[in-house]
C-alpha cells in the first residue's frame, strides 16, 4: 500500500535519486570484487609450498659473459660443481625463478590443440627449468616418473626465435591435472607449450609447486609446470641451494657468495636469502593488501552509509507535514518507520541491481587486463546483502526521528 506513494515521493527528486543510486551501485561494484581479491590474498598466507623450503637458499647473479658461448657453458659446469662442494650443502640447481619468490613470474601457456596454443587460450601456468630442480627442491612425486636426464635442451634454444625445438617431456602438478584432465590419468597425454612446435608429454605428477607470482583463484595457485631445460650463467639464472639441515641456510649462503667471487670478481649479486624469506616478504604484502582492501570496503560502505543518512535526514526535514498528515489520519509510528524503511530498500536494490552488473564489468576487466580470475556468482549476493544492510542501519535513525513526529506538525506546517 506504500508502494506508490514512495515511487510517486521519489521521482520527484530524480537527480538526487540518480546520485545516490549511483553511489550504491559504485560501493556493490567495488565491494564485490574488493573481498574477493581480500579473500585470494588471505589464501595464499597458508599455501602449500610442496618443497623442502625451509633448506633452501636463493642467489640472484648476474654476469657479463657472453651470451651463449662455449665459456658460459663452462664457467657454469665449473660454478655448480664448486657450490657443491660447499660443507651442508646437499644439492644446487639454477632455475630460472624460485617458487613462493614473486619478484619474478616466468608465465606459459598449454593448450590441448595448436590452434589455442597459438591464441595463447591455454590454461596459464608457471614454468619451471633448471637440471635437478625437482631434486634439488625436493619435490613429491605422486604419479609417474622424473625428468629424464638425457632430455635436456637448452634454455636459450627453445626460446630462440625461429625455434622449433621443445621440450618432449615435462612434469606437471596434481592441481593442472585435474584442471586439464578431469577424471583421467594425466600420464601419457600430450600439450602444446608454444605454436609451430611438437607437443610435449606429461611423464610425471607432483604433488603441489606453487606459481612464484600473480593473483589466482582457488585451486590455482599449483598450476605450475617443470620443463628439461638446461640454463647457463648468461641466462639469468637464480642459484638454488639445498642444505642439510635448515640451520645451516646462512653459513651455506654466505660461503656461496663468497665462492660465486672467488669465481668471478665481476658477478654482481642481485639478491641473497633464504626461500622462506621471500615467502615472509609476499606473505606480508598480501597481508597489507588484504588490509588495504578491507580498509576500503569499509570505507565506501561508510561513504554510501553517510549519504543515506543526510538524504533521509533531508527528506524527513521536507516532509514533517505530509507525516503530521498522516498520523492526524491515524498512521502508527510503526508505519512511518515502516514507509521510510521500505523506500529505502527499494533505493538501495535498484542500486544493488546496477551494481551487480558493475561488478561483472569489472571483473572482466580484471581478467582481460590483469590476468585474474572470474569473479564466483556467490560475491554478488555479498554485495548486495552489505548494501542492503547498511543502507537500512543508515536510515534507522532518519527514520525513528521521522516516527516521532507529532500530529500537531501538520498544523504547524
Given at each position: 500500500m506504500d508502494l506508490k506513494p514512495i515511487l510517486s515521493a521519489l521521482l520527484r527528486h530524480k537527480v538526487v535519486l540518480f546520485l545516490l543510486v549511483?553511489?550504491?551501485?559504485?560501493?556493490?561494484?567495488?565491494?564485490?570484487?574488493?573481498?574477493?581479491?581480500?579473500?585470494?590474498?588471505?589464501?595464499?598466507?597458508h599455501m602449500p609450498a610442496g618443497f623442502d623450503e625451509d633448506r633452501l637458499v636463493e642467489i640472484n647473479a648476474d654476469t657479463l659473459l657472453t651470451p651463449h658461448s662455449d665459456e658460459a657453458?663452462?664457467?657454469?659446469?665449473?660454478?655448480?660443481?664448486?657450490?657443491?662442494?660447499?660443507?651442508?650443502?646437499?644439492?644446487?640447481?639454477?632455475?630460472?625463478?624460485?617458487?613462493?619468490?614473486?619478484?619474478?613470474?616466468?608465465?606459459?601457456?598449454?593448450?590441448?590443440?595448436?590452434?589455442?596454443?597459438?591464441?595463447?587460450?591455454?590454461?596459464?601456468?608457471?614454468?619451471?627449468?633448471?637440471e635437478e630442480f625437482a631434486k634439488t627442491l625436493g619435490l613429491r612425486l605422486v604419479a609417474g616418473r622424473w625428468l629424464n636426464p638425457l632430455g635436456f635442451v637448452d634454455y636459450a634454444d627453445v626460446f630462440k626465435p625461429g625455434s622449433v625445438l621443445a621440450p618432449s617431456e615435462a612434469l606437471i602438478t596434481t592441481a593442472l591435472a585435474k584442471r586439464v584432465w578431469p577424471g583421467q590419468n594425466p600420464l601419457g597425454k600430450q600439450f602444446y607449450f608454444t605454436s609451430g612446435k611438437p607437443p610435449t608429454t606429461v611423464v610425471g605428477v607432483v604433488e603441489h609447486l606453487p606459481r612464484p607470482n600473480a593473483i589466482y583463484g582457488p585451486g590455482e595457485e599449483d598450476y605450475s609446470i617443470v620443463l628439461p631445460m638446461r640454463l647457463w650463467l648468461d641466462d639469468g639464472v637464480y642459484y638454488l641451494l639445498r642444505t642439510a639441515d635448515p640451520s645451516q641456510r646462512q653459513q651455506v649462503l654466505h660461503a656461496a657468495?663468497?665462492?660465486?667471487?672467488?669465481?668471478?670478481?665481476?658477478?654482481?649479486?642481485?639478491?641473497?636469502?633464504?626461500?622462506?624469506?621471500?615467502?615472509?616478504?609476499?606473505?606480508?604484502?598480501?597481508?597489507?593488501?588484504?588490509?588495504?582492501?578491507?580498509?576500503?570496503?569499509?570505507?565506501?560502505?561508510?561513504?554510501?552509509?553517510?549519504?543515506?543518512?543526510?538524504?533521509?535526514?533531508?527528506?524527513?526535514?521536507?516532509?514533517?507535514?505530509?507525516?503530521?498528515?498522516?498520523?492526524?489520519?491515524?498512521?502508527?509510528?510503526?508505519?512511518?518507520?515502516?514507509?521510510?524503511?521500505?523506500?529505502?530498500?527499494?533505493?538501495?536494490?535498484?542500486?544493488?541491481?546496477?551494481?551487480?552488473?558493475?561488478?561483472?564489468?569489472?571483473?572482466?576487466?580484471?581478467?582481460?587486463?590483469?590476468?585474474?580470475?572470474?569473479?564466483?556468482?556467490?560475491?554478488?549476493?555479498?554485495?548486495?546483502?552489505?548494501?542492503?544492510?547498511?543502507?537500512?542501519?543508515?536510515?534507522?535513525?532518519?527514520?525513528?526521528?521521522?516516527?516521532?513526529?507529532?500530529?500537531?506538525?501538520?498544523?504547524?506546517?
Open positions: 549511483l553511489v550504491i551501485a559504485l560501493s556493490c561494484g567495488v565491494v564485490s570484487n574488493s573481498v574477493f581479491l581480500m579473500t585470494l590474498h588471505l589464501e595464499r598466507l657453458k663452462r664457467r657454469t659446469r665449473e660454478t655448480a660443481d664448486a657450490l657443491r662442494q660447499i660443507p651442508g650443502v646437499q644439492g644446487v640447481t639454477l632455475s630460472n625463478q624460485v617458487p613462493l619468490d614473486y619478484s619474478a613470474f616466468f608465465p606459459g601457456y598449454i593448450a590441448l590443440n595448436e590452434k589455442d596454443a597459438e591464441s595463447r587460450s591455454g590454461v596459464l601456468v608457471a614454468v619451471y627449468g633448471g657468495v663468497d665462492t660465486l667471487h672467488r669465481l668471478d670478481p665481476h658477478v654482481a649479486i642481485m639478491s641473497q636469502r633464504p626461500v622462506t624469506d621471500a615467502r615472509k616478504e609476499q606473505l606480508g604484502k598480501d597481508l597489507a593488501m588484504a588490509r588495504m582492501l578491507a580498509g576500503l570496503c569499509v570505507t565506501l560502505l561508510l561513504i554510501t552509509g553517510l549519504g543515506i543518512v543526510g538524504l533521509s535526514s533531508y527528506w524527513v526535514q521536507q516532509r514533517r507535514r505530509h507525516i503530521g498528515v498522516r498520523r492526524a489520519l491515524g498512521a502508527t509510528r510503526t508505519d512511518i518507520l515502516r514507509y521510510f524503511m521500505l523506500e529505502n530498500f527499494l533505493l538501495t536494490s535498484l542500486g544493488v541491481m546496477l551494481g551487480m552488473a558493475l561488478a561483472y564489468g569489472l571483473s572482466a576487466l580484471l581478467m582481460h587486463y590483469y590476468e585474474l580470475p572470474r569473479l564466483p556468482w556467490f560475491y554478488f549476493p555479498l554485495g548486495a546483502v552489505a548494501l542492503w544492510v547498511t543502507g537500512q542501519l543508515a536510515v534507522l535513525a532518519p527514520a525513528l526521528r521521522a516516527s516521532c513526529i507529532s500530529p500537531a506538525a501538520a498544523a504547524a506546517g
